[in-house]
């Protein structure tokens, strides 16, 4: 256990987890953090998926880096998932570095950390890991399962494991199976890391080559016009520019920035690990080239959501999912939003996105309240 | 609720799976879900209206009929409603043909071009008619294939699809078209309401 991170809630989770890579693991940890209350009929509770860098402190100060929690904007007290009424749940993925089993941990066999010794991790691996955290808290329906981008990629395999285990479903930005773009660009961030001469020395960190991953990774959260408007060709001093390599532009600054402070935050085998466990995520291989068979059980009613500058995760994968629903007769609903963010719209202020969650679930709350009534 | 989606409403039987294609602000779904336990979805194309459903607990999918339609399975539903939207289609024979597919019956509403206050505004005015019903000028009217009662019937007649029940409002009245009083329906109502398959 990293001494960081040994002071937040953990599960540690006894039983053995057979992996999609054929490693069992057992006694694990699960770092976890809740919000709101769970109420008696444990009808409200909500798990939360984050996203490749997110962690479990979705909402108010994250006690590690002491920066607001990644979805502040959606999530805690009058949000549009108002946590006077709901009970959020989210956990740290494995793999991941804010306290859940990950390489970052120390290998209890070894007494060293694991490093690029961690088994290689999946989509559904994360997925059925978090299983056990809701057994663990006595959940046995959730009102709803949401994330954006790989959290919502565990929206949907969530789904498909457990047909019968969420009223509704919010995949938020995602795709059902990680386009040949998006493992490129992963690539382009795992080899940044790699080639860093720090990767492979012990008590060293490659921060030059995460800081790299997380530039390029930055940009394709954003939209072109996005960038444009916010810095154009905006020069960092006001004067002209210096002939010089260093950082005359805004956007080159703003970069460099990102890189910089993510390095503090972020472990960089984690963060090779993750995009690993994305690019790996072909739901629609594992029922066999029909995407459908995923959702054929499943009791969830569901809310796609897609923003139209994301190009990243663009509506058209988006829509795919839907299509596949309505193949299996699903209950499905689908919005485009109209936004000039990118990518992290989902993470951002954007009204008539926290809207539309917010009614759909107050609608889907009701919804399950009045039948009990009856 | 409008007259048109009382009868509308009134075909549907209980507990059925509905889908309204081009359902705007989910008037007609909200109303079958509440009172005839209906299993409904939608399809809109306007994402304002798409919003409001999905606020209403509606599951709606944004899309263009004309491209949205081939995603669902044969005879997914009990019924496909189109309400007055089928004269605003590029292809309305397509639509028809995926709705006729997708639905075990199809409810299909037109505004009725064979309206005597149409022709009249045709014969006197000499300009493209404009009524409470067609209100726009003909250089930003969404419809794109106006046609008649008449036109429709004969339509389905040749594509050898079944009328199963055939009705008409004119100013808020219900009535049935019959064979006897087609050619007086088709020139004294404004819409035509009909259940196919």
Same mark, same amino acid.
């Given at each position: 256990?990293?001494?960081?991170?040994?002071?937040?809630?953990?599960?540690?989770?006894?039983?053995?987890?057979?992996?999609?890579?054929?490693?069992?693991?057992?006694?694990?940890?699960?770092?976890?953090?809740?919000?709101?209350?769970?109420?008696?009929?444990?009808?409200?509770?909500?798990?939360?998926?984050?996203?490749?860098?997110?962690?479990?402190?979705?909402?108010?100060?994250?006690?590690?880096?002491?920066?607001?929690?990644?979805?502040?904007?959606?999530?805690?007290?009058?949000?549009?998932?108002?946590?006077?009424?709901?009970?959020?749940?989210?956990?740290?993925?494995?793999?991941?570095?804010?306290?859940?089993?990950?390489?970052?941990?120390?290998?209890?066999?070894?007494?060293?950390?694991?490093?690029?010794?961690?088994?290689?991790?999946?989509?559904?691996?994360?997925?059925?890991?978090?299983?056990?955290?809701?057994?663990?808290?006595?959940?046995?329906?959730?009102?709803?399962?949401?994330?954006?981008?790989?959290?919502?990629?565990?929206?949907?395999?969530?789904?498909?494991?457990?047909?019968?285990?969420?009223?509704?479903?919010?995949?938020?930005?995602?795709?059902?199976?990680?386009?040949?773009?998006?493992?490129?660009?992963?690539?382009?961030?795992?080899?940044?890391?790699?080639?860093?001469?720090?990767?492979?020395?012990?008590?060293?960190?490659?921060?030059?080559?995460?800081?790299?991953?997380?530039?390029?990774?930055?940009?394709?959260?954003?939209?072109?016009?996005?960038?444009?408007?916010?810095?154009?060709?905006?020069?960092?001093?006001?004067?002209?520019?210096?002939?010089?390599?260093?950082?005359?532009?805004?956007?080159?600054?703003?970069?460099?920035?990102?890189?910089?402070?993510?390095?503090?935050?972020?472990?960089?085998?984690?963060?090779?690990?993750?995009?690993?466990?994305?690019?790996?995520?072909?739901?629609?291989?594992?029922?066999?080239?029909?995407?459908?068979?995923?959702?054929?059980?499943?009791?969830?009613?569901?809310?796609?959501?897609?923003?139209?500058?994301?190009?990243?995760?663009?509506?058209?994968?988006?829509?795919?999912?839907?299509?596949?629903?309505?193949?299996?007769?699903?209950?499905?609903?689908?919005?485009?939003?109209?936004?000039?963010?990118?990518?992290?719209?989902?993470?951002?202020?954007?009204?008539?996105?926290?809207?539309?969650?917010?009614?759909?679930?107050?609608?889907?709350?009701?919804?399950?309240?009045?039948?009990?009534?009856? | 609720?409008?007259?048109?989606?009382?009868?509308?409403?009134?075909?549907?039987?209980?507990?059925?799976?509905?889908?309204?294609?081009?359902?705007?602000?989910?008037?007609?779904?909200?109303?079958?879900?509440?009172?005839?336990?209906?299993?409904?979805?939608?399809?809109? %194309? =306007? #994402?304002?209206?798409?919003?409001?459903?999905? *606020?209403?607990? $509606?599951?709606?999918?944004?899309?263009?009929? +004309?491209?949205?339609?081939?995603?669902? %399975? =044969? #005879?997914?539903?009990?019924?496909?409603?189109? *309400?007055?939207? $089928?004269?605003?289609?590029?292809?309305?024979? +397509?639509?028809?043909?995926?709705?006729?597919?997708?639905?075990?019956?199809?409810?299909?509403?037109?505004?009725?071009?064979?309206?005597?206050?149409?022709?009249?505004?045709?014969?006197?005015?000499?300009?493209?008619?404009?009524?409470?019903?067609?209100?726009?000028?003909?250089?930003?009217?969404?419809?794109?294939?106006?046609?008649?009662?008449?036109?429709?019937?004969?339509?389905?007649?040749?594509?050898?699809?079944?009328?199963?029940?055939?009705?008409?409002?004119?100013?808020?009245?219900?009535?049935?078209?019959?064979?006897?009083?087609?050619?007086?329906?088709?020139?004294?109502?404004?819409?035509?309401?009909?259940?196919?398959?």
């Amino acid at each position: 256990m990293n001494s960081e991170t040994k002071n937040i809630k953990k599960l540690n989770i006894d039983q053995s987890l057979e992996l999609d890579c054929g490693k069992i693991i057992k006694n694990f940890p699960l770092a976890y953090e809740t919000y709101g209350a769970l109420n008696k009929s444990k009808s409200n509770a909500i798990l939360v998926f984050h996203a490749l860098t997110g962690d479990q402190f979705v909402t108010n100060i994250n006690p590690i880096t002491k920066r607001e929690g990644w979805w502040t904007t959606a999530v805690g007290l009058g949000k549009a998932i108002d946590t006077n009424k709901y009970f959020v749940v989210c956990a740290n993925v494995l793999g991941g570095c804010m306290g859940s089993y990950g390489p970052k941990e120390i290998n209890p066999e070894t007494n060293k950390l694991f490093g690029t010794t961690f088994p290689v991790i999946t989509i559904r691996d994360m997925v059925k890991a978090q299983k056990y955290l809701l057994d663990h808290l006595g959940i046995k329906k959730l009102l709803a399962v949401t994330g954006g981008s790989m959290g919502g990629m565990q929206v949907l395999q969530f789904v498909s494991l457990y047909p019968d285990m969420a009223h509704s479903a919010i995949p938020i930005a995602c795709s059902a199976s990680h386009s040949a773009q998006n493992i490129a660009l992963n690539e382009l961030g795992r080899q940044a890391i790699m080639v860093d001469p720090n990767w492979k020395k012990e008590n060293s960190t490659p921060d030059k080559g995460l800081a790299i991953a997380r530039m390029a990774a930055h940009i394709t959260y954003l939209s072109k016009k996005g960038l444009q408007e916010k810095f154009g060709r905006k020069l960092q001093d006001k004067g002209s520019l210096k002939f010089s390599f260093d950082a005359d532009f805004q956007i080159e600054s703003y970069l460099r920035y990102q890189g910089a402070t993510f390095v503090d935050r972020f472990d960089a085998n984690s963060y090779l690990y993750i995009t690993r466990a994305m690019d790996y995520f072909d739901l629609e291989k594992q029922f066999s080239g029909n995407l459908s068979l995923a959702f054929k059980n499943t009791k969830s009613k569901f809310c796609v959501i897609s923003f139209s500058s994301d190009w990243l995760y663009p509506t058209v994968e988006n829509k795919e999912i839907v299509i596949a629903l309505n193949a299996c007769g699903a209950n499905v609903g689908f919005v485009e939003i109209n936004s000039d963010k990118g990518h992290d719209s989902f993470l951002l202020d954007v009204p008539e996105f926290l809207k539309t969650i917010s009614e759909f679930l107050s609608s889907t709350y009701n919804e399950i309240n009045n039948e009990k009534r009856i | 609720m409008k007259k048109e989606f009382e009868v509308i409403s009134q075909i549907i039987q209980n507990n059925k799976r509905v889908l309204d294609i081009g359902c705007g602000d989910g008037t007609l779904m909200e109303y079958l879900k509440a009172n005839q336990q209906n299993d409904v979805r939608g399809l809109e %194309p =306007e #994402k304002y209206l798409v919003q409001k459903c999905i *606020s209403k607990g $509606l599951s709606v999918i944004e899309g263009d009929a +004309e491209k949205e339609l081939v995603q669902f %399975p =044969e #005879k997914s539903f009990d019924y496909v409603v189109l *309400s007055q939207t $089928l004269q605003a289609f590029l292809h309305p024979e +397509e639509v028809l043909d995926q709705l006729l597919r997708i639905g075990r019956q199809t409810i299909v509403s037109i505004p009725n071009f064979g309206y005597w206050k149409v022709r009249l505004h045709l014969l006197i005015k000499g300009t493209m008619p404009i009524t409470k019903n067609l209100p726009n000028e003909w250089y930003n009217t969404p419809n794109l294939h106006m046609c008649t009662i008449q036109d429709f019937v004969n339509f389905c007649n040749k594509k050898n699809i079944t009328i199963d029940k055939s009705m008409c409002l004119t100013n808020e009245k219900i009535s049935a078209i019959t064979k006897v009083n087609m050619q007086y329906k088709n020139i004294f109502s404004q819409l035509g309401i009909f259940l196919i398959q």
